[in-house]
């Protein structure tokens, strides 16, 4: 019998994502670059299954049903390439390649167009979860060749994972490699929770003096909260965890935080774009800065800093700290839908901003209740600029707010270094303000540079220039935003 799917790459991601496959009765064929690991997985963890395994492409390929799908889970990059390369010759017209790496999207919007051309439909679909969310449902984000989402629509949504009610966290995305786009903002928010969590978990430490068992107590407690997520959960285990000796794991880590990239893609992108995606681009730069250990370490000595004990009730800071953590965290996602719909607009791919928000509500490590909100919010509302004016989200910001400012005033006169609430609270701060001192600066850029400006007593569009000396001449520079 021939496989309905092949899969390239038997690391963790790709041997859990056939076992899965497998389990919801789909014909596997598997292959990996090492082709002994192909061996080692057919006599290990696969033995038993129908999977099948090939010991080249060309193999992989002749095993497969017609219109053939491949798809890589390969390290992202010139790997992808290289494979696409090789398949290439091995593949018919209508033949699909799925790539369900961490690619970045521009490679996808490349690789979409320059198969098309070929006549080979390519998908390139962010897979998030992690080992377990490939094992058993993971959130799957394709996009790219629409011709080709009927033929791998029943395999992905069956694999995928499923919300309360047994919708799949999987629909189509969009064109060229929005998949990958949506996917790249998915870890960008991840980055931005699990900053928003250890900023939390920093404030009961070293602020309030809990406890490990206090403090996990606390994150317990939230978990039946609209905090409740998956992150939140790990974090109740992880302040569990003891070590050998029952002293908490936790405390033995060092505290230098890796990335991969795609954190730092996100802002990047943000900054392409114009958009204010302060609290994910801070969580990155909060990375950065905790790498440079050995500097933290003398410049502590240098400063003779510390952190001043919280005074109070540590009850009713616990509670503001839980306010002031939610509030962050819609303005993170409020930015990150802010950046998808930008990105949207400007390339034309018609988003649909309550399907990406049921994909991220299972099966990936953002996933939490909060997200069927947010469903429900471009529900009501498919054009709403801001999630945080939806009522349900601006009714909790606003009941949010004395706390939010309370624990972030409280963090800078001890401090505590809280970069992302802080910066969702000055976001919101300035997004509420209808008149920022902007004025000053086009006052200043006009009187430097001669980069004109706007009069609010004149139409928008009209710019005026100002001999703001009486040297300066009358010739303004070209206007424009860069
Ligand atoms: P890795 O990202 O570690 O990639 C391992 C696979 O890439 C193996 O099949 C390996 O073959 C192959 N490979 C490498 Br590495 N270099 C190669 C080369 N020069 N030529 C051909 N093949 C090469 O695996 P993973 O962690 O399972 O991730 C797979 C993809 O899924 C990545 O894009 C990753 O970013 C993404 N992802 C990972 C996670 C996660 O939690 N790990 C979650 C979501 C998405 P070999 O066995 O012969 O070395």
């Not at 998908?123 to 959130?139: D, I």
């Not at 991969?260 to 893609?265: A, D, F, L, N, Q």
């Not at 609270?425 to 850029?445: E, S, V, W």
Request: net charge negative.
């Amino acid at each position: 019998m021939k496989g309905d799917i092949g899969v390239i790459g038997l690391a963790v991601m790709g041997q859990n994502l056939i076992l899965n496959m497998n389990d919801h009765g789909f014909n596997v064929v598997a292959f990996n670059r090492t082709v002994s690991k192909v061996d080692d997985f057919l006599e290990g963890v696969a033995k038993g299954t129908n999977i099948i395994g090939a010991s080249s492409l060309a193999d992989l390929v002749s095993k497969l049903k017609m219109p053939r799908k491949v798809m890589l889970m390969v390290r992202a990059g010139d790997v992808v390439d290289a494979f696409i390369e090789q398949l290439l010759p091995l593949l018919d017209k209508g033949d699909i390649i799925i790539d369900g790496g961490n690619s970045n999207y521009p490679d996808t919007n490349r690789r979409v167009a320059s198969l098309q051309e070929k006549g080979i439909y390519y998908v390139g679909t962010g897979v998030s979860g992690g080992e377990e969310g490939a094992r058993f449902g993971p959130s799957i984000m394709p996009g790219g060749a629409p011709q080709a989402w009927p033929h791998v629509k029943p395999i992905f949504q069956a694999i995928s994972a499923k919300t309360e009610s047994g919708e799949a966290c999987c629909d189509w995305v969009g064109k060229d490699g929005s998949g990958h786009f949506v996917k790249m903002v998915h870890n960008g928010i991840e980055y931005g929770d699990m900053q928003l969590i250890s900023e939390a978990y920093h404030f009961m430490k070293e602020g309030l003096g809990l406890s490990h068992d206090e403090m996990q107590a606390t994150f317990e407690e939230w978990k039946s909260t609209q905090l409740d997520s998956y992150l939140i959960d790990i974090t109740t285990d992880i302040l569990g965890y003891k070590d050998d000796d029952g002293e908490p794991l936790v405390e033995k880590i060092l505290d230098t935080a890796g990335q991969k990239g795609t954190g730092k893609w996100t802002g990047i992108n943000a900054l392409d774009l114009g958009i204010p995606l302060t609290l994910i681009t801070e969580s990155v730069f909060a990375r950065c800065l905790s790498s440079l250990k050995e500097q933290r370490v003398a410049a502590e000595k240098l400063f003779e800093k510390t952190i001043a004990p919280v005074q109070g009730e540590k009850k009713e800071w616990l509670e503001a700290l839980k306010y002031a953590l939610l509030a962050s965290k819609i303005i993170s996602y409020a930015q990150g839908f802010m950046l998808i719909r930008e990105a949207s607009e400007d390339n034309d791919w018609a988003l649909n901003y309550g399907s990406v928000a049921l994909m991220w509500r299972g099966g990936c490590i953002i996933r939490s209740a909060f997200l069927s909100n947010i469903r429900d919010a471009y529900a009501n509302n498919p054009e709403i600029k801001f999630l945080g004016s939806d009522p349900y989200f601006k009714d909790i910001l606003v009941e949010s707010m004395p706390a939010w400012r309370k624990i972030v005033a409280k963090a800078i006169e001890i401090g505590l270094p809280m970069p992302t609430m802080t910066s969702a609270l000055t976001f919101l701060d300035g997004y509420t303000t209808a008149r920022l001192p902007a004025n000053m600066i086009q006052a200043q850029r006009d009187y430097f540079g001669a980069h004109t400006y706007q009069r609010i007593d004149q139409p928008q569009g009209d710019f005026f220039h100002t001999n703001w000396t009486g040297t300066g001449g009358d010739t303004a520079s070209t206007t424009y935003d860069a």
